[in-house]
């Protein structure tokens, strides 16, 4: 059983933050990821908003934020996906696929994952033509006819990067209107290659090897058709990576992110969450950071208990 | 009367950071500072903790977030205080020394100034040989005797610093231990040109031009002594710059820090805090940064009440 002061589950923004001021605090200090270090960031083609950066590509900050964490002297765990946690005595064990861990504190930054339809086939042809990221998987359908699910500013932002690359774009919306920023619905309207089929939803996704066509449904009046489409982009929002931490007892909000408080606490001592897998109303790059670091500071306050938060 | 949607009071990390998220949002946006934009963090020698960059110097950071800011189509006025203030109402006003302002929101981002020992003489030798930063002023001193009043981490760090440039470090401390960090402690015993006055204090700071001497009273037995020195660095901590915030109805802490619920909101509607002027237990230039993009994007919920947000 290794002992560690410090565990942080995910390697993203916020959890590299919390552990460049874990380290720089003198904890011994894990990192998890289940995936590779860098965290959602990765996906991003370009970053303007995170301050200091007037333009960066996601996957390069991500890999500063992974250099800088690591030349501290954080120990990063990549491809370690957690098994089972113990979080309720003042030792927390941790058991992933590879080890047994003892940690005195432990951070939750474990993101969020992109929300699913739900429709027959949309399992199945996972990465076969059915994407959750336009700007990952977009390139691989150059003048093809590509179909986008979701009428929120992530659809929109997917439509527009989308209605650039494939011959046309097709939208379909459960409503009869966007929920987007008004500049992003305006340009929408403006692309002549951009189709919206308004309270429509899918029904199934068909194909071979690859998608090749959906089965839509108008909701208003019941009817269904099916469409010849070369892929899927699903984008109705996302969900919070917070089941094993709920299964742990950590509480959370009715939508499943983790509730915390102003200094990222969690209902249970020693238990700290940040970044998107939290209830904080914000989810950005630069929240999570913030979020991480207090995060960590904190840990370190309950675990050294220093002269000036006793 | 110039109109504005989001008035952003102080120009540094916290401030920038929020200016960079109302502009990406469509808000109309002016940055006030007394100063010169940049804030606090200019003072930095070296920033190692801001993530993403593994080291920076505070000045090429801080330019850094100026650039990106304004670059983005932000209106920063530097050098323009705020002289009066009105909350109260829908529409906010603001005078400064050169125009009167309104608008919709406010958000203070004023951050914090070192806190002075009140002795005889300070007043009159600041910037002649009286300084409240080690790392912006010790090299004017290489090679003389320089005094530290203090025992924190900031009197610490200051310490560390000076025992690198000056030929002698006296630390006046009126406790008889220092509130540090413990590897620092041990690494000013172990610097032979440090030397430390416990439960002692400054009297008066006396000189012709410059600093060459302070009259200190050691406060276990009451006597006085004078000691030649040609600096002296006050290190006792920082205060908040909440006056006219608090003077305006804004709710403040005992310690005067302006008390910000998880979503940066003050007890009046429309006004909002981020960075150092805050009760948040966190000082950095990460949670700042955090706080200012909370700040900025709650002010737009406000203004725009848009339909993810009622």
Request: glycine letters at 10%.
């Given at each position: 059983?290794?002992?560690?002061?410090v565990?942080?589950?995910?390697?993203?923004?916020?959890?590299?933050?919390?552990?460049?001021?874990?380290i720089?605090?003198?904890?011994?200090?894990?990192?998890?990821?289940?995936?590779?270090?860098?965290?959602?960031i990765?996906?991003?083609?370009?970053?303007?908003?995170?301050?200091?950066?007037?333009?960066?590509?996601?996957?390069e900050?991500a890999?500063?934020?992974?250099?800088?964490?690591?030349k501290?002297?954080?120990?990063?765990?990549?491809?370690?996906?957690?098994?089972?946690?113990d979080?309720?005595?003042?030792?927390?064990t941790?058991?992933?696929?590879?080890?047994?861990?003892?940690a005195k504190a432990?951070?939750?930054?474990?993101?969020?994952?992109?929300?699913?339809?739900?429709?027959?086939?949309?399992?199945?042809f996972r990465?076969r033509?059915?994407?959750?990221?336009?700007?990952?998987?977009g390139?691989?359908?150059?003048?093809?006819?590509?179909?986008?699910?979701?009428?929120?500013?992530?659809?929109?932002?997917t439509?527009?990067?989308?209605?650039?690359?494939?011959?046309?774009?097709?939208?379909?919306?459960?409503?009869?209107?966007?929920?987007?920023?008004h500049?992003?619905?305006?340009e929408?309207?403006?692309?002549?290659?951009?189709?919206?089929?308004?309270?429509?939803?899918?029904?199934?996704?068909?194909?071979?090897?690859?998608?090749n066509?959906?089965?839509?449904?108008d909701?208003t009046?019941?009817?269904?058709?099916?469409?010849?489409?070369?892929?899927?982009?699903?984008?109705?929002?996302?969900a919070?990576?917070?089941?094993?931490?709920?299964?742990?007892?950590?509480?959370?909000?009715?939508?499943?992110?983790?509730?915390?408080?102003?200094?990222?606490?969690?209902?249970?001592?020693?238990?700290?969450?940040?970044?998107?897998?939290?209830?904080?109303?914000?989810?950005?790059?630069?929240?999570?950071v913030?979020?991480?670091?207090?995060?960590?500071?904190?840990?370190?306050?309950?675990?050294?208990?220093?002269?000036?938060?006793?």
């Amino acid at each position: 059983m290794e002992n560690w002061d410090v565990i942080i589950i995910g390697a993203g923004s916020a959890g590299l933050s919390a552990g460049i001021y874990a380290i720089r605090s003198g904890l011994k200090t894990l990192i998890l990821d289940e995936k590779l270090a860098g965290g959602t960031i990765s996906d991003a083609p370009t970053v303007v908003n995170y301050p200091g950066f007037a333009e960066i590509s996601g996957g390069e900050l991500a890999e500063k934020m992974t250099t800088h964490c690591r030349k501290l002297g954080a120990t990063i765990h990549d491809l370690e996906p957690v098994n089972e946690l113990d979080l309720m005595g003042d030792t927390k064990t941790i058991k992933t696929t590879r080890a047994s861990y003892e940690a005195k504190a432990v951070i939750f930054s474990t993101g969020s994952h992109y929300r699913e339809i739900g429709a027959k086939g949309e399992k199945e042809f996972r990465g076969r033509g059915v994407s959750y990221c336009g700007v990952c998987d977009g390139p691989f359908f150059k003048g093809k006819r590509v179909l986008v699910v979701g009428g929120g500013n992530s659809a929109a932002t997917t439509i527009l990067y989308l209605s650039g690359i494939a011959s046309e774009v097709v939208v379909v919306h459960r409503r009869n209107s966007f929920r987007a920023e008004h500049t992003m619905v305006a340009e929408i309207a403006s692309k002549p290659n951009v189709k919206v089929l308004w309270n429509t939803e899918i029904q199934e996704i068909k194909g071979n090897k690859q998608v090749n066509a959906v089965t839509v449904i108008d909701n208003t009046t019941g009817q269904s058709r099916d469409l010849a489409v070369d892929a899927v982009f699903v984008q109705i929002g996302e969900a919070p990576n917070s089941q094993l931490a709920k299964a742990s007892g950590v509480e959370t909000d009715e939508h499943g992110y983790i509730k915390i408080d102003i200094r990222q606490h969690t209902n249970i001592l020693g238990v700290y969450a940040a970044g998107d897998v939290t209830n904080h109303p914000v989810k950005q790059v630069g929240t999570a950071v913030g979020q991480g670091i207090t995060a960590a500071l904190e840990a370190y306050v309950h675990i050294r208990r220093p002269y000036y938060r006793k």
